[in-house]
């Protein structure tokens, strides 16, 4: 069964703080993994893909995939009001078919 | 702005009216896709369009009808809708299947 799961949260976590939100898929073919932004009433935004095991960072952004263990995590360094929002994990499981599969997403809080 | 635009941004309709949604990329991707996002729950892929070919539909009742003209535009054209298709109606693109994909901002539809 295709799934991909993530704790809805709230994630909370002081102004400064490092966040850190994770996800698990089932499926072991899964090949490829992205990380969403989603603000209240607003539409999704990419934030980093990650394809291969290891770190990913991008400024204050750093995914985590491990294979093996079906895991992939965002962290998100010197956390800002403005990262207030909801991350939504997705995964491709596979090249060839299905498009992306969502979590229900991880409402993160950060209090100044 | 990623590229990706859809119209109406809001639009109420009845139960026996027909209505349609555009969505438009200026990205020169070559796959499209339109995704609902209801409260409470993850956001479901509806239809995949790869070089204007429709590769994927995911069990959407026919009361959704796509159309995918060119590998630029997008519609969903709806007829006869129930209350619980009320939702936020996403549109999305990417260079090509598998690829991490752009989201439109949306079109948020009630159906009275």
């Known amino acids: 069964q295709k799934e991909v799961e993530q704790n809805s949260g709230p994630l909370s976590v002081p102004e400064g703080a490092i966040a850190s939100l994770n996800c698990t898929y089932s499926?072991?073919?899964?090949?490829?993994f992205f990380w969403y932004r989603q603000y209240s009433g607003k539409s999704p935004e990419l934030i980093m893909s990650?394809?291969?095991?290891g770190d990913k960072e991008d400024g204050r952004f750093t995914a985590q995939l491990n294979k093996a263990s079906q895991y992939v995590s965002l962290l998100i360094r010197d956390s800002q009001p403005s990262d207030s929002a909801t991350y939504l994990c997705a995964v491709i499981l596979n090249q060839a078919g299905t498009a992306l599969i969502f979590g229900k997403g991880t409402t993160l809080s950060v209090s100044s | 702005e990623t590229g990706v635009t859809q119209t109406p941004r809001h639009l109420v309709m009845g139960m026996t009216n027909k209505k349609s949604l555009k969505c438009e990329q200026h990205?020169?991707?070559?796959?499209m896709y339109w995704y609902k996002q209801s409260a409470k729950k993850p956001l479901e892929l509806m239809f995949v369009y790869n070089f204007k070919e429709q590769t994927e539909n995911n069990s959407v009742p026919s009361r959704f009808s796509p159309e995918c003209p060119n590998s630029s535009h997008l519609f969903l054209h709806l007829h006869t809708l129930q209350p619980e298709d009320s939702a936020l109606y996403l549109c999305?693109?990417?260079?090509?299947?598998?690829?991490?994909?752009?989201f439109g901002p949306g079109t948020r539809l009630t159906v009275t």
């Open positions: 499926d072991r073919g899964s090949q490829s």
């Open positions: 999305a693109s990417s260079q090509d299947r598998g690829d991490e994909q752009y």
């Open positions: 990650i394809y291969s095991n």
């Open positions: 990205l020169g991707h070559n796959a």
